[in-house]
């Protein structure tokens, strides 16, 4: 359960993130809503017998989501498909007591199937993480930048941060309680429009289905600062991960 919750685990999982967000703002009338669902796998390797490098692809699907239009009626167009592929890689000590972290490059990559669903741009900028990991609490942070550098040129480019910061509690039976939100920074945005910044409250198990452990949680995220045009207010996030057989177990390098 403590691996699960941690980043740059070398435990090979896969995480399917069902996210119910719910959207508010000047431009609406109404509370809007959608469904994204992010398929997330860790993939690990060892290196060496000093150091990991954990790669965490991110993949959202997305249904129902209501886009700002001004050319629509109503002033919203309904988009579902395939948003923009991010791929963030650790390197990481494989020994380390307390505190666990690890920095690399992340990448965001244009491959969303509409032009409402993504930006048009291939991004890149740097990851770091933190995390203290005791008995019984976790809590750190991720740290993701990105910067667009190609891509459309009708589109603007872009500058945005993404900080998921964790506080968990286990229990005894494979129990946690916590969060882990997401505070979002879209630097290009106008005055008012730049900040998404949640808290939350969640609960999760870990299971065992035969020999396969299973990780179940649910969480509710309320942002308590979003852009005022329009943004998210309410987040329902249910997970599944699933861990999975390590694929590669000896380090690349010796």
């Known amino acids: 359960n403590k691996q699960l919750n941690n980043p740059v685990s070398t435990i090979w999982s896969l995480n399917f993130q069902s996210n119910?967000?719910?959207?508010?703002?000047?431009?609406?009338?109404?509370?809007?809503?959608?469904?994204?669902?992010?398929?997330?796998?860790?993939?690990?390797?060892?290196?060496t017998d000093d150091w990991n490098l954990i790669t965490r692809p991110i993949l959202p699907v997305l249904a129902?989501?209501?886009?700002?239009?001004?050319?629509?009626?109503?002033?919203?167009?309904?988009?579902?498909?395939?948003?923009?592929?991010?791929?963030?890689?650790?390197?990481?000590?494989?020994?380390?007591?307390?505190?666990?972290?690890g920095v690399g490059p992340t990448f965001i990559f244009p491959t969303a199937t509409s032009n409402a669903l993504g930006a048009g741009k291939w991004q890149a900028g740097p990851a770091a993480l933190a995390l203290y990991t005791g008995k019984e609490w976790i809590f750190g942070g991720l740290l993701n930048q990105w910067w667009s550098f190609a891509g459309q040129d009708n589109r603007p480019e872009t500058s945005s941060m993404n900080f998921q910061y964790f506080l968990f509690y286990l229990i005894p039976g494979g129990w946690q309680v916590g969060m882990s939100p997401n505070i979002q920074v879209n630097w290009k945005a106008e005055p008012g429009n730049k900040l998404t910044l949640p808290i939350g409250f969640g609960a999760g198990k870990l299971f065992k289905i035969g020999k396969l452990p299973l990780k179940l949680t649910l969480e509710i995220d309320y942002a308590l600062v979003k852009p005022e045009d329009y943004g998210q207010r309410w987040t329902i996030r249910f997970q599944m991960i699933p861990v999975i057989p390590a694929l590669v177990k000896d380090p690349l390098f010796k």
């Open 20 to 47: 119910f967000q719910f959207f508010e703002g000047h431009l609406s009338d109404q509370t809007r809503w959608q469904y994204n669902l992010n398929v997330q796998p860790v993939l690990p390797l060892r290196l």
């Open 64 to 101: 129902g989501a209501d886009v700002p239009d001004p050319g629509a009626r109503g002033g919203f167009e309904e988009h579902s498909g395939l948003g923009d592929l991010s791929l963030t890689s650790f390197v990481s000590p494989a020994k380390s007591a307390g505190i666990l972290w």
